[in-house]
């Protein structure tokens, strides 16, 4: 990692430098009263004090409607099946959205490599930038607000001018050819702890994350709990939509009016719908919505946890602004962990159960 | 090599069918761009919009506008039934009663009949239904429907999509959620709460409120949120989803400081049959 220092009026050099090595820049901007990244035409569309986006960026990596290939039934022949080629330039990054990439990366380029995913990954350059947590940002509970790799720039905002930690090559070559830089002082480091500093008093206090997995399991089949959760949900998915660790999607074909030619293509799927567990001759696996609802965090705080020892939540906290009725996961963590796990009793309360 | 698909197979023969409706869906049919590619994979048999032709005695696939709102279209429907393979219902007159709908009792049938025709006469020379006017429904109260397009008018794609599926005999999908994630997917601003902020300190906050209160929470999507993206909240035209939880979302509404009524109120332009249908279990409907 290289460090520099950069004035504010700096940006626009590094924007310029950016439109002119990708193919395309995309950001945060202001859309009504909410903020989306879309594409930037120039330095000043860009919005990097935003508290969130509507959508994360992980939209670029997983689209919410891709095509995977074309199909001629005449012919029986599969075409337009090559990932779009495009380099793109992601400004603005916040440190949650960064580690959910991560874990995205696990799951799409670890066992299994999709190559949709990997190609606009791997050409994609990350420039994240820092933040300040808003009411709701659970980021640091779930370990999300700091990021030291997963970006090839990183923006730590000094007020009057950018902390830069330079992690890849073309970082590196970028800072060089197009923004002039110095390097830091001690001063600028100082400024940069005080600034660390403020950022993690600045959080409310965070969901008692005590022994989660555990509680989880053990709460797993408290029907009364998920009754109560599921009666609320209004199955949705807006909260799978702005996640940006959910993934499931649904393969679809679609036949082109004249019916010989068709596309396949992936939408994004998710869990809160009946029929994402429904199965062949019509069994359904999670009939209900309190079934759904648990499935979703359970697949979150569990699922996932046991097998890499993640949890696939950042604590962006879109979900939490998404979902009309108020289910996220603060409330549902708060829900699991109030009436049986006092504060001072701790683990006791899995004496003798069956916790898995 | 696969061997050609579509030599041998004669063209299916399709029947554009009326009922009560605007006439809209049709509209909407005759102007999809690629009606012509369409063509060629069917053989049109009958469509009174922009053929002269007589209904001939069989066809294989039906698609039908309208709602049931005669005895007469009743008997239609069940002869319909006994010929076509297939029926594809589009729009939301033929999907959930849609606007006609709206009349749904036989007090308030009774009521319009008077209001519409306040001497008793139906004009001069027309043939007098009175007798036979029904309470209307939708298509699917009457007969068995392989397939329904909804929305209000439909989506000109969507009905290439689900008729090209009839052709190739895939089995039907209807789309079962609410609107809401769609609205995500397109980055719309919620107009219930402005990217998460409660409705109440959206106000205090000077944002905009809706006249109506969206439907999108419990309208099935599939629309591609259209007029949400148009900055018009959604009016329920693609009827309720399977998936909707109606008694959270009346609960939400009321919490957010707009009226349930105003909210009922609104989902009954499109959706009145359904809501009298369901009207005494809604307390049961939250599974």
């Known amino acids: ?356 | 090599m696969t061997p050609h698909l579509f030599a041998a197979a004669p063209k299916p023969r399709v029947a554009v069918l009326s009922l009560a409706s605007d006439f809209g869906c049709q509209v909407a049919l005759s102007n999809f761009p690629q009606l012509l590619e369409s063509l060629e994979t069917i053989e049109l048999v009958y469509w009174q919009l922009v053929l002269s032709a007589d209904l001939p005695d069989d066809f294989d696939i039906a698609i039908i506008e309208g709602a049931v709102t005669t005895t007469e279209h009743e008997q239609f429907l069940l002869k319909v039934r006994g010929v076509a393979k297939t029926i594809i219902t589009i729009g939301a007159c033929a999907g959930t009663g849609g606007v006609p709908g709206m009349i749904d009792s036989q007090e308030s049938l009774k009521q319009a009949q008077q209001e519409v025709y306040p001497s008793g006469q139906e004009g001069a020379g027309a043939t007098p239904v009175a007798d036979a006017r029904l309470v209307p429904r939708p298509v699917s109260a009457v007969i068995d429907v392989d397939y329904t397009i909804p929305g209000c008018p439909i989506d000109s794609g969507e009905f290439s999509n689900i008729l090209q599926g009839a052709l190739l005999g895939v089995n039907e999908r209807t789309e079962r959620e609410p609107l809401c994630a769609y609205c995500k997917i397109i980055e719309a601003p919620c107009f219930y709460l402005m990217q998460g902020i409660a409705v109440t300190s959206a106000k205090a906050q000077g944002a905009a409120t809706t006249a109506t209160p969206c439907l999108g929470l419990v309208t099935q999507t599939g629309c591609g949120a259209l007029c949400i993206g148009k900055g018009r909240p959604c009016t329920g035209c693609r009827g309720v989803a399977i998936d909707a939880n109606l008694p959270a979302a009346r609960e939400f509404v009321r919490k957010a400081g707009r009226s349930v009524e105003e909210f009922d109120a609104a989902l009954r332009v499109y959706n009145s049959y359904y809501l009298e249908q369901r009207s005494g279990d809604e307390h049961h409907d939250s599974a």
């Open chain 1, 1 to 356: 990692m290289i460090y520099k220092i950069i004035s504010k009026g700096a940006l626009a050099d590094l924007f310029a430098g950016l439109q002119e090595t990708y193919d395309e820049v995309v950001g945060p901007q202001e859309r009504g009263p909410a903020f989306v990244f879309d594409k930037l035409s120039s330095v000043d569309e860009v919005r990097l004090n935003y508290p969130s986006t509507i959508l994360p960026p992980t939209k670029y990596f997983l689209p919410a409607d891709e095509r995977l290939f074309r199909f001629d039934r005449s012919t029986g022949d599969v075409y337009d099946s090559e990932p779009a080629q495009g380099t793109r330039a992601i400004l603005g990054m916040h440190p949650c959205d960064i580690n959910a990439v991560l874990m995205m990366d696990e799951i799409f380029m670890g066992d299994y490599v999709d190559p949709y995913y990997e190609t606009a990954r791997k050409s994609s350059f990350i420039i994240g930038v820092s933040c300040m947590p808003e009411p709701g940002h659970l980021c640091a509970a779930f370990g999300a607000d700091e990021i030291h790799r997963g970006f090839d720039l990183f923006l730590t905002d000094l007020g009057d001018r950018y902390f830069v930690s330079c992690r890849s090559v073309p970082a590196s070559e970028l800072m060089d050819s197009y923004v002039r830089s110095c390097e830091p002082s001690a001063e600028d480091i100082n400024d940069f702890q005080e600034r660390t500093k403020r950022f993690k008093e600045a959080f409310a206090p965070m969901p008692k994350m005590d022994q989660l997995p555990l509680l989880y399991g053990a709460k797993y089949f408290d029907e009364e709990l998920w009754e109560r959760i599921g009666d609320d949900c209004l199955s949705c998915g807006a909260c799978a939509s702005v996640c940006p660790c959910c993934y499931c999607f649904d393969v679809r074909d679609k036949v082109d009016p004249g019916g010989k030619t068709g596309m396949r293509h992936r939408i994004w799927d998710s869990c809160l719908k009946s029929e994402h567990a429904e199965v062949a001759h019509g069994h359904n696996f999670r009939p209900t919505r309190a079934s759904r609802v648990r499935y979703r965090f359970f697949h979150k705080f569990v699922g996932n946890f046991s097998r890499t020892g993640k949890m696939l939540c950042v604590g962006c906290s879109r979900c939490g602004k998404a979902c009309k009725v108020g289910i996220n996961p603060g409330s549902v963590i708060e829900a699991l962990q109030k009436e049986y796990l006092p504060d001072t009793a701790g683990v006791e309360v899995f004496k003798g159960g069956g916790a898995s």
